[in-house]
């Protein structure tokens, strides 16, 4: 891609000493890391081995970097735009959290704008022209906007260097479903000239790394994986006999917890459970603040900005509180009801304790509350008349493929239905998304009907692994063993010993696990469910990961004696 008024040829002398792209030697890279580190974080900072390493990948390739909340992924960035030079793009989920990057970033000193849905066109237009002249280090926005012609058409001008994708997980718990648009994010990277990807987030399972590497289309990537362990967070459960008697538990707990006056999030399921369980606190004495998806832009942003300025000390939220909220002294964490995911779960319990002093988190729950969680994972995909009239035009197309406005047009379907169709279609590998912003069908001449069979099988597939991901949820909650070794091999980690700071190992029932046939990680073949991953194991199970059919908890025993796993 031609940079703006052939700066790319004018700068490649310059370019080719630039620690961000692979170019140059050694000497000028490292040099050229240490002032960016300089820059971003002052003297004398040292970065951490995950950060470096990270760095140093992303000189040469794509990169994912999965690391633990406050382990610094956003001076990731900043000093990976630094090195890069031209227009960093960062593709953020939220427009809350757009907002308070875009803040940090000018902060550090760095020129950021923002185009999202709340801004007004001129505003909007006005942030795309600082881009392409240059007068911006990085543009936030969301996956839906780079997909916009509009944007790809402004950014065409633009010296793209580097895509950042923050809060990559979002790309596996909401892209087959409910952002498709996060399927096209490697294309439109490529589009407007992005040398490099980076992927980043805090917590994702061995499962999400790959939805992560695959569906954001990075290169021979290089994945990163720091320890994502906290301990100084105590996890426990408590069992509840229904939702009326976890409600109040819940509310015993937050109120024992406040009368130090101490910081806390509270997690519910539901908006109708965020006011019931704020009032009931606020009929404890209580003043909690209320989020969730259903307030006004503005009415979010002022409880997100108040607490993490310190005015406000308590939420009663649903899930969508919390991503980029970076408050250090949160000590507790509560949920009422399990997440849709331990992924999930981890995230957000990983919003205590960030300033390393001691916190806990507990989850209530009752043996239904992960019925919610199914219900999400049951997600429907396209229309088989919507597939049946989108397939055929882009087969018509050939080669030359269509924009997303000729295909709209074409299949006389709405922009937001062309998006979910869109995404299904690539995801199960039958169209691809081009770097000049086309798609184009890669499978034949399948017809519609077929292609529609496909979408189900692949939706069943998705159901499955999404069930058992709930699964692992409720074994979470109901296991007597170390909840910590169990959530983090699940996560991807290897932890044989008992943590010394669960409400398991408080009672005496947590075991350690040495010696065990089966470890972490280890690629196993299974005669029924085929090749898998091993995901977690204990004294008496073996959990594994299977490629179609999700989460299988296996008895020790019965393996053993029935040979029924090999490794792969």
Known sequence: MAGRGGRRGREHEQDEQRAGTGAGRPDDRREALAAAVVE???????????QRRALEALAHADTLLVARSGAGKTAVYQIASRLAGGLTLVVS??????????????????????????LRAAEQAEALRAAAAGDLDLLLLAPEQLARPATTEALAAADVRLVVVDEAHVVSDWGHDFRPDYLQLGAAARAAGAERLLALTATASPAVRRDVVERLGLRDPEVVVDDVDRPNIHLAVRAAGDRAARDRAVVDEVVAACEGGCCGIVYVQTRAEVDAVADALERRGLAPARYHGGLSP???????????????DLV????????????????????????????????????????GEPAWALLVHTGTDSSLGRFHASGGG???????????????????????????????????????VLGALVQVGVAAPAEDGRTRWVDGDATGTEVAEVLAAERERRRRLDESAVEMVERYAGTD???????????????????GACDSCDAG????????????????RHGRFGDGVVASVDTETVTVL???????????????EHDLLESA
């Open 93 to 118: 989920p939220l427009v809350a959290l757009q907002r308070d990057q875009a803040r940090t970033l000018a902060e550090g000193g760095q020129r950021a704008g923002l185009v999202n849905s709340t």
């Open 316 to 355: 009663v939220a649903t899930s969508a509180f919390g991503m980029g909220v970076d408050r250090p002294d949160v000590r507790f964490v509560v949920h009422a009801g399990p997440s849709g995911s331990l992924d999930a779960y981890y995230q957000e319990v990983g919003r205590a304790g960030r300033d």
């Open 40 to 50: 971003v974080l002052g003297e004398g900072a040292v970065l951490r081995d995950a």
């Open 298 to 312: 503005d009415e979010r942003y002022a409880v997100a900005d108040l607490f993490l300025d310190g005015t406000l």
């Open 546 to 560: 299977f490629e179609d059919e999700g989460y299988k908890t296996l008895g020790v025993r019965l393996v053993e």
């Open 509 to 524: 029932t947590a075991r350690d696990v040495e010696d065990a046939a089966w470890r972490s990680g280890q690629r196993v």
């Open 382 to 420: 396209p229309r088989t008349s919507t597939v049946r009239a989108v397939v055929p035009a882009l087969q018509r197309a050939g080669e030359a493929g269509l924009t997303r406005a000729e295909l709209a047009e074409e299949a006389d379907v709405s922009p937001r239905t062309l998006s979910r």
């Open 481 to 499: 063993d170390c909840r910590r070794r169990l959530l983090l091999e699940l996560l991807g980690e290897e932890h044989p010993q008992r943590c």
